[in-house]
């Protein structure tokens, strides 16, 4: 890699993805600091065996914020955060494969069948994704009311905050649970190796390099 004076941030989203990134750090030749494996660490930036690479671990939705920013200059984050959020600074050059699932729209299983159910043209939806679900929907020309949840999607339905929700789907469990039909799939998602535009300006060996490495890996 050429020699830079420069700090460079790698961001890093917490949760599932995180673990199944640490065999990709490995080959691309990062060591995170000990303190990054400590489940007990309340840490949230850690040195590397690179001087010129920190790494800083955040919620999924804030790493595009951090890289769109040049608060970071490279990070790791599903393809419905990019997509949600649509930032023009953020550039995603590699599908890293992992932590696929999908993005899909589910209904109460009494709803699915009901007469006038796919006749709406006015729709109230809870999810976490309001910009990406109202394009879905205005897309198939429908005005999608969406209400912002962070989390317990499924509670939407039957406490009568919205019939229909918006969220990632794996094994399709946790909507079986309670109650819920996964009935379209907006998208498939996979984390992608995100970088900062402006930085793949400015340096440009140093951001093709991890762009390289990161792909190879794959």
């Known amino acids: 890699m050429t020699t830079t004076n420069r700090k460079f941030v790698l961001a890093v ?26 489940k007990k660490s309340r840490a949230l930036s850690f040195k590397t065996n690179l001087p010129h690479l920190d790494i800083i671990r955040v919620r999924a939705f804030d790493v595009a914020t951090f890289v769109a920013f040049g608060a970071a200059q490279i990070g790791v984050v599903g393809r419905d955060v990019i997509e949600e959020f649509d930032y023009s600074e953020l550039y995603a050059p590699v599908d890293l494969g992992i932590g696929p699932c999908r993005l899909s729209v589910a209904v109460p299983s009494e709803d699915v069948g009901r007469e006038g159910y796919n006749k709406m043209s006015h729709i109230r939806v809870a999810t976490k ?6 394009r879905y929907f205005a897309g198939k020309g429908i005005q999608a009311e969406c209400i912002k949840l962070s989390g317990a999607m499924e509670l939407a339905p039957p406490v ?46 140093i951001m093709n390099d991890w762009i390289t490495r990161f792909r190879n890996a794959i």
């Open 13 to 38: 989203p917490k949760g599932r993805i995180l673990e199944k990134l640490i065999p990709l750090f490995k080959v691309c030749g990062i060591e995170p600091d000990s303190d990054f494996f400590d």
């Open 129 to 134: 994704y309001p910009n990406l679900t109202a």
């Open 160 to 205: 009568g905050l919205a019939r229909q929700i918006v969220d990632l789907v794996e094994t399709g469990s946790t909507l079986k649970a309670n109650n819920l039909v996964e009935t379209e799939k907006i998208m498939d998602v996979t984390a992608r190796l995100v970088v900062n535009r402006t930085a793949l300006k400015t340096e440009p060996d």
